[in-house]
């Protein structure tokens, strides 16, 4: 069994499935079946094991299963690092998502302690040319999976920054309402791009000397127009306080860890990430995360559990195989997709093989 893995999951009134329960043994599992059959809607279930709203980013009243609209729940028992742990969460129709931990009530921000989750998917594929808010999400689950805190100084640096863009808007002008807020988003978006840094001086080393397929990224974090990271607390707290006239001008925040880029160069041919061909710019981003999983059996003691949605797409047959070559060389336990079983051919027998189809309007999974 590898060192971080779900050794089962079930699904209820999920999405397109009414009921299904899925062990296990420790390897990637490849799905496979016909689109809109309710294969994606397996990995959206298990990234919300992790803190946030999962990979579709969807709201909590848009998962249950139609017609019944019972609400929903996903259960899992997950082993982390050779403990056994029992993790769920569900929605009841009101309020928000629930968690449970081996039966106790626990906030979602204590999921990211146990299970570190992490996924490409097809909107992703876009990454490098489109803004950059999609970028640090990428980013941040990255750094999510290095460092779980980071998730819970973001909730607390965004619920802050929405204090000071209310104040903003509204005109106000008095300095001491505005210091206390600006001292919290100065403490935790310290936090949080220092955290960020880290992960991208990690990602680098990552990269370095490593037996794989994909090419290396040289990555940079940027500020807000292209300017430094400010990772020093009082040094963003100036930059605040510096800020307020042009960001009361603007009726928002226009500095901080809010506005950072990620850049990436395709080291090889020293092209932006931007300007490579589809399939390269898929190829970096698979570089990426393979190098997270590097990163995390260093320092966590496990490769991430992965989610790979389409992977095949924009991949070349022999990326292909050494993409689930390198999955299985890390021990990792990676969901991946497709419409056909022969895209998983390379993997042989080290995969376990999952079919969904959809009969009568329910997703339907059989092993195979």
Same mark, same amino acid.
């Given at each position: 069994?590898?060192?971080?893995?779900?050794?089962?999951?079930?699904?209820?009134?999920?999405?397109?499935?009414?009921?299904?329960?899925?062990?296990?043994?420790?390897?990637?599992?490849?799905?496979?079946?016909?689109?809109?059959?309710?294969?994606?809607?397996?990995?959206?279930?298990?990234?919300?094991?992790?803190?946030?709203?999962?990979?579709?980013?969807?709201?909590?009243?848009?998962?249950?299963?139609?017609?019944?609209?019972?609400?929903?729940?996903?259960?899992?028992?997950?082993?982390?690092?050779?403990?056994?742990?029992?993790?769920? @969460?569900?929605?009841?129709?009101?309020?928000?998502?629930?968690?449970?931990?081996?039966?106790? *009530?626990?906030?979602?921000?204590?999921?990211?302690?146990?299970?570190?989750?992490?996924?490409?998917?097809?909107?992703?594929?876009?990454?490098?040319?489109?803004?950059? #808010?999609?970028?640090?999400?990428?980013?941040?689950?990255?750094?999510?999976?290095?460092?779980?805190?980071?998730?819970?100084?973001?909730?607390?640096? #965004?619920?802050?920054?929405?204090?000071?863009?209310?104040?903003?808007?509204?005109?106000?002008?008095?300095?001491?309402?505005?210091?206390?807020?600006?001292?919290?988003?100065?403490?935790?978006?310290?936090?949080?791009?220092?955290?960020?840094?880290?992960?991208?001086?990690?990602?680098?080393?990552?990269?370095?000397?490593?037996? @794989?397929?994909?090419?290396?990224?040289?990555?940079?974090?940027?500020?807000?127009?292209?300017?430094?990271?400010? @990772?020093?607390?009082?040094?963003?707290?100036?930059?605040?306080?510096?800020?307020?006239?042009?960001?009361?001008?603007?009726?928002? @925040?226009?500095?901080?860890?809010?506005?950072?880029?990620?850049?990436?160069?395709? *080291?090889?041919?020293?092209?932006?990430?931007?300007?490579?061909?589809?399939?390269?710019?898929?190829?970096?981003?698979?570089?990426?995360?393979?190098?997270?999983?590097?990163?995390?059996?260093?320092?966590?003691?496990?490769?991430?559990?992965?989610?790979?949605? #389409?992977?095949?797409?924009?991949?070349?047959?022999?990326?292909?195989?050494?993409?689930?070559?390198?999955?299985?060389?890390?021990?990792?336990?990676?969901?991946?997709?497709?419409?056909?079983?022969?895209?998983?051919?390379?993997?042989?027998?080290?995969?376990?093989?999952?079919?969904?189809?959809?009969?009568?309007?329910?997703?339907?999974?059989?092993?195979?």
């Amino acid at each position: 069994m590898a060192g971080l893995a779900l050794q089962s999951l079930t699904l209820s009134h999920f999405r397109s499935h009414k009921r299904v329960s899925i062990e296990t043994d420790g390897r990637p599992i490849a799905i496979y079946g016909a689109n809109g059959a309710g294969k994606t809607n397996i990995l959206e279930a298990i990234s919300l094991l992790s803190p946030g709203r999962g990979m579709r980013r969807a709201k909590v009243d848009e998962m249950g299963r139609s017609p019944e609209n019972l609400g929903w729940k996903v259960s899992s028992v997950l082993e982390s690092l050779g403990q056994v742990h029992e993790v769920e @969460t569900s929605y009841k129709g009101e309020g928000s998502r629930s968690v449970l931990i081996d039966g106790k *009530t626990a906030p979602q921000l204590a999921l990211g302690r146990l299970a570190r989750i992490v996924w490409l998917v097809p909107v992703m594929d876009r990454l490098w040319v489109e803004g950059a #808010e999609g970028r640090r999400r990428f980013l941040d689950r990255l750094t999510m999976s290095m460092e779980p805190r980071h998730a819970e100084q973001s909730v607390i640096y #965004e619920k802050t920054m929405r204090e000071r863009n209310r104040m903003l808007k509204d005109g106000v002008r008095d300095p001491s309402w505005y210091t206390a807020v600006e001292k919290q988003m100065a403490e935790a978006g310290a936090i949080i791009e220092n955290n960020r840094v880290m992960t991208v001086a990690r990602l680098q080393e990552a990269q370095k000397g490593a037996d @794989t397929a994909f090419p290396a990224a040289e990555l940079s974090l940027v500020g807000a127009d292209a300017g430094a990271i400010i @990772t020093d607390r009082d040094d963003l707290l100036t930059a605040f306080e510096d800020s307020r006239p042009r960001d009361m001008a603007a009726g928002r @925040t226009l500095v901080g860890p809010h506005r950072d880029d990620l850049n990436a160069v395709y *080291t090889a041919k020293g092209t932006l990430a931007k300007q490579c061909s589809t399939g390269e710019q898929k190829a970096l981003l698979v570089s990426l995360v393979l190098a997270n999983g590097r990163a995390l059996a260093q320092d966590f003691g496990a490769p991430p559990i992965y989610l790979l949605d #389409e992977v095949a797409a924009h991949l070349d047959a022999d990326r292909r195989a050494a993409l689930y070559d390198e999955i299985y060389a890390l021990g990792a336990q990676a969901w991946m997709t497709g419409t056909g079983p022969e895209l998983f051919d390379d993997f042989g027998d080290r995969a376990m093989y999952l079919e969904v189809s959809d009969v009568d309007n329910i997703s339907v999974v059989k092993v195979r």
